[in-house]
Structure formats: C-alpha cells, structure tokens
C-alpha cells in the first residue's frame, strides 16, 4: 500500500494517539473517554505529535476564541498531513457537530469527524469504516459506559447527563450536544464505584445542569447514594443552574460529609433586564435569595459564578448593576467572558451588539474587583486549618506540593515526602490573589505516610 493512500488505515501500523482538547471540563472528560476506547484498540497516548499516527482535535465551540484557535492550529497542520499522509487527523467535539462534514470539504486534510454525542463509534472511525456519523441527536446509539483512560489517580470525572434544554440566548450548548439525558442511577453508582476500588479520593459529577438530573433518582437521591461509596472521600459536582437548585439539594449538601462545600452557580449578570434577554429563568432576587439559603445552611460555603461582559444592549447601567453584585455576593472566584455572539443563537443575532473595547473595558473593571474581593476572602483564611487532598507536585513550583480544600481553593504547601491522594490537615499561612500558602500540620498526618513510613 502507498504512503499516500488513505484508505491505508492505522489499525496496521504502530499506534500512538495525541490528542488535542479545546475549552471545558466535559471536553477533557470527553477525550478520557476516547483514550479509553482507543486503548481497547491498541493505541497509546502520546505527548507530541510528531510520535502520533492519529491526532484528534477534541474541538470547543462555546466561544469564538476557542474556535479561532483550533481553526489556526487545524490550518497549521495541513503541512504536517503533507509531509506524513499516513497520519490520521480528526476533529471531535462541539465544533464537529455543528459544522458536520463542512469541515471534511474545508478541511481535506482531515481524515473523519465525530461529535460529542458520536465518540462510541471511535472505533469504526480508526478502522476505517465511517468517516463522519449522522450527528443529529441520537439518544438510541449513544453508549453511556465509555471507558474512560483517567490520568489523575485522585480526583475523577464522571458524566451524569448529557446535553442541555435551557437554551439560554448566548449558548450553543443546547445545539452542539444535543436535548438532556440522563444516565442511570445504577450505572453512575457502579462506576463511582469501580472509580473508589481503583483508590480514587475524590469525583466530581458533570452535567450542563446537574440539578434537573432524573432518572431512577433526582439530583439529591443521587448525591445520597453516592455518598455511600467507601472510599470516595470527596464528591463535587458542576454545573449547577440557579433556577433549578431546590431547597431540598440545599439541605442535602449542608447534611452529606462527603458533598464538597463549594458551589458553582452562574449567575451572568446582575441586571434584570440582561437576565430575561438570557433566558436564564431567575431574576437577580432570586439569586440572592438562593445564596443566601446556602450561606445559612452551609456557613462556610464558597461560591464561584459565571459572568458575562457585554451582552447585546447591556448598557452602563446593566454593567453597573453586574458590579454592584458582585460587590454584594463577595463571590470566592468567577469566570468571566467577554460575550461571544454564537451562530444560530438567539443572542448571537441580537441587534444592538456592543463593540469589543466596550466589552473588553468592561470584562477588564469585573476582573479587577474581583481580584481584589477574592484575595482578600483568600487573607480572611490566613491562621485556619483546611484539609487538603494532594494532587502532586505543584507544576509552577517543583519545590511545592499541590492540593485542594473542600471548598475548591487550591493549596501550596513546601515539598515533603507524601503519597498523591492523602488528606492531610494544613494551616493556612498566607492568602493571594488565585491561591493559599499552607504549612503541614505534622500531628496530623495518620493514613498520609507512604508504606515506607516516609512522610
Ligand atoms: N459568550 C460568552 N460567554 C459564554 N458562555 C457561554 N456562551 C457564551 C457566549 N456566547 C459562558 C457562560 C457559561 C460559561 C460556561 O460560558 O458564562 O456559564
Ligand atoms: Fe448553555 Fe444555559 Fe445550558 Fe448552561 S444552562 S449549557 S449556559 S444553555
């Protein structure tokens, strides 16, 4: 078979996949999900790829610069494909499904296409036989039980619904991975399971809108069987809608050891208005409300939001009122964006769309007060002791190791010799603007010495 012959499959040679993972949480979980099929397949991940036979582009479309870049990177290796035609290329994720086999007339060089809803049949796609699947939302076919290749060892994701019915204005969400769907109960237990027997420590549960999970359980009845799992030290979960996190969700979190104190509730914007040009289905009130329900239920709670810049036709006012809430929420962190206009979404055609440097000056004002509330929040922890969970070597610092507290903060304290995975007890020796300093609490470290005796 010539190099140049495409329909020369990898399945016949030496097999190294690199993958390349765009934007968010799911999509990471997603390509742990394709590294598990494809080792099934006799493939082996690699870090460079130069060494790979296969290179998928795990693809975020949720705002344009995640796009851009993957456009840029997809452009750069055409050259690559030149040189090494026998590379397979693909393009997976949201961007995938939304563009279909556009991207195959585009982009030649790309070998075959798969959505997120599409990543079971990977392995007809590397043998050949399909080179893009029907992409239209197909609950029928989609295999829930993927085995995911997990590279952490402590903390691990777990997918408990797919898709999204909100369709909040700005989202693409909604189209790309397609109407809600929940996984069983019993097949989420049994990997949370299988997850703690392998020494997993902590799992975070990934939906679009975790609170309005159904299936055998609702969302809480979930959290209290998981909860139940020897083993599993930890349990988070993200993403959590306002409009729908219960009173009953609430007094769960406050009441279960294991659920995690910290909550992620995208809030977007604090005006009126902006909310119901959203979609969102919760008016700034009722956001207040919810925090508070949770600050007295769950005292020493963190919570982290959302927000988004710029909207069409938010004006001075709206940004204004953006701020002051975030003045009055004192959230523990946020993630803001300037505001994206997505193809085929309803704010996407807006027509009073604002300019960029408006967005950016105002995306710019939210960063820089939020800075400052959330390292002085980090300060007021300075002299507290917090368990952490070791996540390894810290990647800035090899000097350092790495962890987490229970509400999500992340921890630096001086290397020691410890096992990835303990729950030590540490004091927190100074607040900054993205992390805590902590020392080791020495009295504290029963279960936290490797067998060797070494702390
Ligand atoms: N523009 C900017 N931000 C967006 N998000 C989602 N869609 C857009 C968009 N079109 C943000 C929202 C959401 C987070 C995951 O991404 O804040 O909560
Ligand atoms: Fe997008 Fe809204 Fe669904 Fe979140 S809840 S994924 S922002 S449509």
Known sequence: MSESDDKCYISEMKKNVYIHTFGCQMNIHDSEKMLGILEQEGFTETGDPNDAELIIFNTCSIRQKAEQKFYSELGRIKAFKKKRPRVQIAVAGCIAQQEGKNILRKAPHVSFIFGPQNIHALKDF?????????????????????????????????????????????????????????????????????????????????????????????????????????????????????????????????????VCEHIHLPLQSGSNKILRLMNRGYSFEEYIQKVSKLRNKIPNISITTDIIAGFPGETDDDHMLTIEALKKIEFDGIFAFKFSPRPGTKAGGMENQLSDGLKSMRLIQILELQDKITEHKNKLLEGTFQEILLEGESEADRKKLTGRTRTNKIVNIPWIEIKKGALI???????????????????DLKGAVDKKGKI
């Not at 809600?180 to 997850?195: N, Y």
């Not at 998981?226 to 599993?232: D, F, H, K, S, T």
């Not at 007890?425 to 009295?443: F, N, Y």
Request: hydrophobic share 35%; with cysteine.
């Open 425 to 443: 007890s540490v004091e927190i020796t100074k607040g900054r603007k993205h992390s805590l300093e902590g020392k080791l609490l020495v009295q």
């Open 126 to 258: 590397v043998s050949g036989k399909i080179v893009s699947t029907a992409l239209e939302d197909n609950p029928e076919i989609e295999k829930t039980d993927l085995p995911a290749k997990r590279v952490d060892g402590v903390r691990a994701w777990v997918t408990i619904m797919y898709g999204c019915n909100n369709f909040c204005s700005f989202c693409i969400v909604p189209y790309t991975r397609g109407r809600e769907r929940s996984r069983p109960t019993d097949k989420i237990l049994a990997e949370v399971k299988e997850l703690a027997a392998r020494g997993y420590k902590e799992i975070t549960l990934l939906g679009q809108n975790v609170n309005s999970y159904r299936s055998n359980s609702n969302f809480p009845e979930l959290l209290k069987i998981l909860n139940r799992v020897g083993g599993i030290e930890r349990i988070r979960f993200v993403t959590s809608h306002p409009r729908d996190l219960s009173e009953e969700l609430i007094a769960v979190m406050g009441d279960l050891p294991r």
